[in-house]
């Protein structure tokens, strides 16, 4: 019912910027809290940034004052700024949303594909 289509990943040296773009569809009555998290090979899923619908937010200590989130409700999409990226910041970037859906059931494990981000030194 929900779709999460994320954007804006790829190669970067260390020290460049990359915005990643997460877009949310499909039968949506409001989208509530949305986050960013990673995954590196061979590590566990981990949070890096999440936004509620009122603009507060949350960093992972190893992002904060490099990072950036934001959101747009007109359009259900959320942002993640990635300035003065490291190498250890190499990972698969996926998108997660709390949603209340038309019917008003209301899930918060919508996840996106994934989009890969690697960084090199």
């Known amino acids: 019912q929900v779709r999460l289509v994320e954007s804006g990943g790829g190669l970067v040296q260390a020290g460049g910027s990359l915005r990643l773009s997460c877009a949310a569809s499909?039968?949506?009555?409001?989208?509530?809290?949305m986050g960013w998290y990673r995954q590196a090979p061979g590590n566990q899923r981990e949070l890096v940034a999440t936004?509620?619908?009122?603009?507060?937010?949350n960093y992972a200590d190893s992002v904060k004052g490099r990072f950036t989130i934001s959101r747009d409700n007109a359009k259900d999409t959320v942002y993640l700024q990635m300035n003065s990226l490291k190498p250890e910041d190499t990972a698969v970037y996926y998108c997660?949303?709390?949603?209340?859906?038309?019917?008003?059931?209301?899930?918060?494990?919508?996840w996106g594909q994934g989009t890969q981000v690697t960084v090199s030194s």
């Open positions: 997660n949303a709390d949603v209340t859906l038309s019917s008003y059931l209301r899930r918060s494990d919508y």
């Open positions: 936004i509620t619908s009122g603009g507060s937010t």
């Open positions: 499909g039968s949506i009555r409001r989208v509530n809290a």
